[in-house]
């Protein structure tokens, strides 16, 4: 399933991606998010301290030059 989620408010929204990004992935569904180049790690980082070690490897947070690049 693809979802697009957009907001005038970015924390707002960056708010409820992470917080289905989790749902999803605590439920065990694997989830990757197209983030901008220049957030992606600062999405990595903040999701993934809230996800245990055992649940992180569903979790693939990427841009899509990152994406496109990948073989």
Do not use: Y
């Not at 005038?8 to 990757?32: E, I, N, W």
């Amino acid at each position: 399933m693809v979802s697009f989620w957009c907001g005038l408010s970015r924390p707002a929204v960056s708010a409820a991606v992470d917080a289905g990004a989790v749902r999803s992935v605590q439920a065990g569904r694997p989830v990757t998010l197209f983030v901008p180049e220049q957030f992606s790690f600062e999405t990595e980082k903040r999701i993934a301290a809230t996800l245990p070690l055992s649940v992180r490897e569903k979790l693939n947070i990427t841009s899509f030059s990152r994406f496109c690049q990948h073989d």
